[in-house]
């Protein structure tokens, strides 16, 4: 390189004083010759021609040494400037005065910026103290000091930087500090990885739920706590340095000997790498246990171990070990059974044991199994559906019901004629085709009674008809009651009427002994017999008195199949009674004078005379005097009135005695119940005189009659329509009574366990039962004993002791379905719990409150959270990974109802990108309840999307490379025309002018002017086309064009570092037009005096960085002008080849201009395999 201005400046300056000092010397010199004598004078002339002579050759010396000394500083200066590593000058106060290219890298800001800037400010604030720590000591201490710091960039990002440095002394004393910098940072993120890995593993291998061990050699050296549980040691010292066959029997129980085993697996580990099988293993308990154990062989600081796996596969094999004992329990069940049980599958017999042979007469299994559904048995049935299709119906019936019971006709090998009950059971087997279990019973004798049984009711219903009764059926199978013709009559139904559905039958029921007779059909329907009277409003409104009484009918299995009874006409005979109890309740009435009014009705006169008591009774002043009836008579309720004066007109027409309750309306609106009896009086000849009654007040009785029957009412509708069970029981523990339609799920009917002892009825109740007949309440779950073939049954109970029957009462409600109904929630929540674990996508869901409330396994990874420390928390407030002001705003949004995509969010634990989706959920009233959030890793969506990025980069890569090829040789044509056209031309013409006898002035002026235009051809031949780029590379073509650019328009300073062999052509041509425009740019309009152009190989990339002292520009200006083509040309170049272009610039400090481009992969291959 060239010296710098200044340096000539300078030297130009001392050569001038040193000159002006020689010329007066001379001027003294001359004085003093012309005072010698000629000869002196001319010794004296050649002394100093020998001394001149001597000063020039010195004087030629001293430039030689000067231009030496100058080329030295400069290539001292290169070194420096262009170093890879940084150095700063510092103060004693920590300001920078001198620094390289490569430390303003380092710093990230621009080295005339930095000069005389403090350098604790590019330090990071907490390490400020360590910088001035470091100081004190280069101060204070002679060797080099060494430090690590945090830099703070301007752009934000931080760089770890190790500085060496030493104490200096300046001209003034003054202590000085010289800094080495090296980016430390890729160093100290490694370590950081490296120690965040080994935190992980070890996190890994203690917390995990499986045992692991490491072993060397066959000796176990480490192991978690989970192997130190699994075999029930107390610490882990009881298994680290033990042999690997610790706690193993000597044989397996394949009966090969483990040790002999042991070898085998290891030897296979070292063939393959991994080992994973069962093993017999005792706990130091002795128990024995099964485990999987999962062998991998590693190798760690080139030292071979074995990383082992174990799990406990105890379970699964007793499991297995069950599955085998029930299946030979189920066998031995399937042939030894005493009913005929055969399998069933695609509608045929596929295996029947012997019982079934002997049932159907075979003599063998060839005759059954093989055959379809239907064989030995009729075409069509008695019922006249075709077999065939009346059993593949009951099968389809049975696949959804679970389970079916039928009768069907069949006929045995001697066409015997046999009826067998079926129960088909299907059993499903996953991924084939399902079997129907089917069990046969013979039922050829049942049906033969029951066919006698119909003989014989019909004979009792001949007898019935004689007697003048009627006969009822209620078929349970159908619901269908049946009555004969008398049954009609008696219910005023019209005929012919023989199946009535129950709502058919009450309608002729007086509507007050509706719910009483159903009550009493249901309650015979379970207890077997049915005894009840009724009132039948016949439809020209006769009310009949009827009784129905029945008895329960089962079959030979003890199944209730109907109820069959009589019934009887009873109006007459229960009027006669119940006139005869009226009469005995108005003599008891009469006796009885307590709390009752006397009144009497003169039937001669009409009046009526009421003591005070009757008065009161009737609402009147306790003293009014008589009265009439008609008058009396206001106060009696409408509804009733005409019914007392039916009684009074039927008690005077029969002279029998009348007893009656109606009601009585006071003034004041008062509603009274009154009860009057009475008896018409004779006189001696026997003629009627007066009517005399007794009247009482009976509104409370009545009252609390209603109420009474009305909790009556309640609790047997409870007990008989609800599944609620009441148990009364005495205080020495016996069931007094034991009623409710819950019993009916049990199979008990009402009140068969009376008598009974609780503890012996009820075992299993027997805390509860002591602490109920202790005199507490009690509320317990309870659970009766599972019947064989049926659904375990549940009961929420509560009891008391009733202290005045001295006797405890226990309330219990049928929750059956309700604990069914949990537990099948419970399924259902596992399993969506499962589909949501076993998601490749993370899932997560929170309410409105941010609670969070779904947390699948994928998110738990992803977020490196497990689910129970975040299920039930608020996601922001309780989570502080999530209480990010963007995540708030999502939130927000969605809760709005909008539905929130973010795409390619990184995580900081997790490698790729990811896309985020939040779902608003609404609930039954269409509002926002619950936010859906669902993270689906794109890594490998967006590598894709990434290739065909870098394809169509590479073809438009093509095309570039053909248009700058193209020019390159559009360029080489045009300067060969110049080259060897024009050129020759001027240089011809310059000859011609040399030989011509022109005038010497013209001449030299037109020599000088075909001088520069040959000087500028080539210049411009060699700008169009530099061959030096050809044949030496871009080296030495940036050299070749630094040299070119004269040093009064710009002293150029060129770094190139080591660049490979072979850069490709268009890279290199697009760096070289490049760094030719930049340099082009610097001389036209930053009016700079110095540029520094920088190339070096930056890892796959070639960086060149061109550098200015001038004016600099506002360089979002100049991208919003848009004006002239270099910046916009060299910004179109480097897109197209996929590099970065990056401009920094202040106006009054200078431009620096970085463009890197990348090389390609086999660049970067024989960069890599140079040695």
């Given at each position: ?7 000539q ?5 001392r ?9 007066k ?23 100093l021609?020998?001394h ?29 400037d262009?170093a890879?590593?940084g ?21 990230g800001?621009?080295?005339a ?16 103290p ?7 000591r ?14 703070q ?11 060496e ?20 940072t ?15 593993f ?5 917390k ?14 480490d ?6 549980r ?14 690997i ?22 030897t296979?580990?070292?063939?393959q790498?991994s ?12 128990e ?17 171990l ?21 299946e ?19 509608g ?10 002997r ?9 059954i ?19 065939a ?8 019936r049975?696949m959804?019901?679970g ?6 006709q ?13 129960v ?39 007898a019935?008809?004689a007697a ?17 013709e008398r ?10 009427s023989?199946?009535?559905?129950l ?30 009277q009724?009132?039948?409003v ?11 009484t ?13 109820m ?14 119940l ?14 004078a ?11 006169t009409?009046v ?17 005097g ?9 106060r ?6 005409a ?36 008896n ?8 009627q005189?007066?009517?005399i009654?007794?009247?009482r007040?009976?509104?409370?009785r ?63 109740l ?10 507490n309440?009690?509320?317990f779950?309870g659970?009766p ?20 029957q ?19 929630l ?30 699948n396994?994928?998110a ?20 502080p ?15 709005a ?13 997790r490698?790729g ?6 779902v608003?959920?609404?609930?039954a ?51 060969e ?84 062999p ?23 309009h ?12 930056q ?5 060149l ?14 991208r ?6 270099g ?16 401009i ?10 970085t463009?890197e ?15």
């Open positions: 390189m060239e010296p710098n201005h200044e340096h400046a300078e030297m130009q300056r050569h001038q004083e040193l000159r002006a000092r020689a010329e010397r001379r001027s003294i010199t001359s004085a003093i010759v012309s005072e010698h004598t000629p000869s002196e004078t001319r010794r004296l002339v050649q002394e021609q020998t001149q002579i001597e000063l020039e050759m010195q004087y030629e010396e001293l430039l030689l040494a000067q231009e030496e000394s100058e080329r030295m500083r400069q290539q001292y200066t290169d070194l420096y262009f890879p590593v150095y700063c000058t510092l103060s004693a106060r920590g300001t920078i005065q001198q620094l390289n290219l490569r430390a303003s890298t380092l710093l800001y621009e080295r910026t930095l000069r005389g800037h403090a350098f604790p400010l590019c330090v990071s604030p907490a390490e400020r360590k910088f001035y720590e470091f100081l004190q280069m101060l204070h201490q002679e060797a080099t000091q060494h430090t690590e710091l945090q830099v960039r301007p752009d934000g990002r931080t760089l770890y930087v190790r500085i440095g030493s104490r200096l002394l300046s001209e003034d004393q003054e202590p000085l500090f010289r800094l080495a910098l090296f980016d430390d890729k160093r100290h993120n490694a370590i950081q990885q490296v120690s965040a890995s080994e935190a992980r070890r996190k890994l291998f203690e995990s739920r499986d045992a692991v061990c490491l072993v060397k050699g066959s000796t176990y050296i192991c978690n706590e989970a192997a130190v699994l075999l029930g040691a107390e610490h882990k010292n009881q298994i680290v340095g033990q042999p066959g610790l706690l193993t029997p000597e044989y397996q129980p394949n009966g090969q000997r483990s040790a002999e085993l042991q070898q085998n697996i290891l296979q580990l070292q063939w790498g080992y994973r099988g069962a093993w017999l293993r005792h706990r130091f308990s002795g024995p246990i099964w485990l999987e154990v999962v062998l991998t062989r590693i190798e760690l600081d080139g030292e071979p074995i990383h082992v796996v174990w799990r406990d596969e105890t379970q699964r094999k007793k499991a297995e070990q069950a599955l085998a004992a029930s030979a329990r189920f066998r031995t069940l399937f042939e030894r059974s005493n009913d005929g049980m055969l399998l069933l599958q695609s045929r017999y596929i295996d029947c044991n012997e019982a079934a042979l049932l159907i007469g075979a003599t063998s299994r060839e005759q199994v093989g055959q379809v559904a239907s064989a030995f048995t009729p075409e069509v049935q008695p019922n006249g559906r075709r077999t299709e009346w059993f593949a119906e009951n099968v389809a049975a959804q019901e389970s079916l019971r039928c009768e069907a069949m006929f045995k090998p001697t066409d015997e004629e046999i009826w067998i009950e079926a088909l059971t299907p059993v499903r087997i996953p991924e084939h085709e399902p079997i129907i279990h089917v069990v046969w019973r013979d039922v050829t004798q049942r049906r033969r009674n029951e066919q006698r049984l119909q003989e014989g009711e019909q004979r009792l219903k001949t019935v008809r003048n009764m009627g006969i009822g059926t209620w078929d349970f199978a159908t619901e269908r009651f049946h009555l004969d049954g009609c009559q008696m219910f005023g139904l019209p005929l012919p023989a199946d009535l559905t709502a058919e039958l009450m309608q002729p029921v007086h509507p007050d002994d509706v719910e009483r007779a159903t009550a009493e059909l249901l309650k015979a329907a379970e207890i077997g017999s049915l005894d009840v009724v009132r039948v016949h439809p020209s409104g006769e009310v009949r008195y009827v009784v129905a029945g008895q329960v009918i089962r079959n030979l299995h003890g199944t209730p199949e109907r069959s009874g009589v019934l009887r006409d009873i109006t007459e005979r229960y009027l006669a009674n006139r005869l109890r009226e009469s005995e309740e108005r003599l008891q009435l009469a006796l009885k307590s709390h009752a009014g006397l009144c009497h009705l003169e039937l001669a009409g009526l005379h009421l003591d005070e008591q009757a008065n009161r009774i009737y609402g009147r002043p306790a003293d009014a008589p009265t009439t009836w008609e008058d009396l008579s206001q009696v309720h409408p509804d009733d009135l019914r007392v004066n039916a009684a009074k007109q039927r008690s005077t027409e029969t002279q029998e005695p009348f007893s009656e309750e109606h009601r009585v309306v006071w003034p004041d609106g008062t509603l009274r119940y009154v009860e009057t009896t009475g018409v009086q004779l006189d001696g000849q026997g003629r005189v007066r009517l009654g007794l009247l007040d009976v509104t409370t009545r009252e609390t009659q209603q109420q009474l029957n009305f909790k009556n009412r309640l609790l047997e509708h409870i007990l008989h329509n609800m599944p609620v069970v009441l148990t009364r029981i005495a205080a020495d523990g016996e069931l007094l009574e034991v009623a409710g339609a819950g019993l009916r799920r049990l199979g008990v009917a009402d009140n068969v366990l009376n008598g009974r002892n609780v503890y012996e009825a009820y075992p299993m027997t805390n509860s039962i002591n602490k109920l007949l202790s005199g309440e009690v509320r779950l659970m004993p599972r019947r064989e073939g049926q659904e375990q049954i549940y009961f929420q109970n509560y009891g008391f002791f009733d202290r005045e001295n006797a405890g009462v226990l309330f219990a409600i049928d929750v059956t379905d309700t604990q069914q109904a949990n537990v099948q419970k399924a259902e929540r596992d399993f969506v719990k499962s589909l949501l674990d076993h998601s490749g996508d993370a899932i997560m869901v929170f309410d409105r409150n941010f609670y969070i409330t779904e947390w396994q994928r738990a990874e992803l977020t490196q959270i497990p689910a129970e420390d975040v299920l039930g928390k608020r996601i922001f407030s309780d989570i990974a999530f209480d990010r002001l963007e995540f708030r705003r999502i939130a927000e949004r969605v809760l109802g909008t539905t929130v995509t973010e795409y390619n969010i990184p995580f900081k634990r490698h990108a990811y896309d985020a989706t939040f608003p959920l609404a609930d009233e269409d509002r926002v309840a619950n936010v859906l959030g669902v993270v689906r890793d794109v890594t490998e969506r967006n590598r894709l999307m990434e290739e065909a990025t870098r394809l169509r980069l590479q073809r438009e890569k093509e095309v570039l490379s053909a248009i700058m090829h193209t020019q390159e040789d559009e360029r080489k044509r045009i300067a025309a110049l080259h060897n056209g024009v050129g020759q031309l001027l240089y011809a013409s310059k000859l011609h002018l040399d030989s011509t006898p022109v005038d010497e002035t013209h001449r030299t002026a037109a020599i000088g002017l075909l001088n520069e235009a040959i000087k500028a051809t080539r210049t411009i031949s060699f700008e169009l086309t530099p061959n030096v780029l050809e044949d030496f590379g871009l080296k030495s073509a940036l050299e070749e064009l630094c040299k070119r650019i004269p040093k009064h328009n710009l002293h150029v300073h060129l770094s190139v570092g080591e660049l490979p072979a850069i490709p052509r268009l890279v290199e041509t697009a760096a070289y037009r490049i760094a030719q425009e930049l340099l082009n740019n610097v001389i036209k930053a009016h700079a005096r110095e540029a520094f152009v920088y190339v070096e190989l890892g796959n990339k070639l960086h960085s061109v550098e200015d002292d001038g004016c600099g520009f506002d360089v979002e200006k100049a919003e002008k848009r004006g002239g083509i910046l916009s040309g060299i910004r179109n170049r480097v897109g197209l080849l996929g590099g970065e272009l990056t920094r610039s202040r106006q009054g400090l200078g431009t620096t201009i463009v481009l990348p090389l390609g992969e086999e660049v970067k291959k024989r960069k890599n395999s140079k040695p």
